[in-house]
């Protein structure tokens, strides 16, 4: 149980051109879901929770036009990718989480997302 | 604030070998910890996690012990195999931050046979 998929795993895309990636919990209902970023050899970075029907909270330093976060069911959350520039290029994972406070979460295998 | 320091790595071991990761936190209350692992190429997995104080988390061989006392909870392993090699990832949630999870900066282990 406790499943979470994201769609696609790799995306190589030209600049200037939007990118969507999707996060969906298969077996369970997400309350929450977390969007993370990952430089090579580095930690997670989170980016944004969002909650679903409601607006996503965004981190200091991320651009919420550029990364448009909708939740539009409790099983599917997306990220789109805005105007992609080279330096988007970034592997991307989502977590959900069932109910809410301290109760762990289930990553997605991640998306590895290149800008030419 | 919240934080969670790792030791940094790599950590490069032969198999058999024992492995410690350390890992201490910053936080008020109490705290849930965690470690994930991430092989490559993919996402997180959770490989074991302690709620409060004094609990031992454990799985795959792996352990690790939640210490208040001195804010660590180090993941251990008697004898590593080659198909650990992977980045080890501590983290810690408090409820009061609606599950936000903080993480280390990862530990990169390699097991050579």
């Known amino acids: 149980g406790a499943v979470v998929s994201q769609h696609p795993s790799r995306v190589i895309c030209k600049s200037g051109t939007s990118v969507k990636i999707e996060c969906r919990s298969l077996d369970f209902q997400a309350t929450t879901m977390f969007w993370y970023r990952q430089f090579p050899k580095q930690s997670l970075m989170l980016m944004a929770t969002?909650?679903?029907?409601?607006?996503?909270?965004?981190e200091q330093g991320v651009e919420k036009d550029k990364f448009l976060i909708n939740h539009a069911s409790l099983t599917l959350s997306t990220l789109t990718v805005t105007s992609a520039h080279p330096e988007d290029s970034s592997f991307y994972i989502c977590?959900?989480?069932?109910?809410?406070?301290?109760?762990?979460?289930?990553f997605g295998p991640g998306t590895r997302l290149t800008v030419t | 604030g919240n934080s969670v320091t790792q030791m940094e790595g790599p950590v490069t071991l032969s198999e058999e070998a024992f492995l410690t990761i350390n890992c201490t936190y910053t936080a008020t209350g109490y705290p849930s910890l965690f470690w994930y692992v991430q092989y490559p190429g993919e996402g997180l997995q959770l490989l074991l996690k302690a709620t409060k104080a004094d609990d031992k988390g454990s799985n795959k061989g792996f352990e690790a012990t939640y210490r208040k006392e001195t804010t660590s909870f180090h993941l251990e392993k008697g004898s590593v195999q080659v198909s650990d090699s992977a980045v080890y990832f501590c983290a810690l949630i408090r409820g009061s931050t609606l599950g936000r999870l903080y993480f280390g900066r990862g530990t990169q282990l390699t097991v050579w046979p």
């Open positions: 969002s909650n679903e029907g409601s607006k996503a909270t965004y």
């Open positions: 977590s959900a989480r069932v109910g809410q406070g301290a109760n762990e979460q289930y």
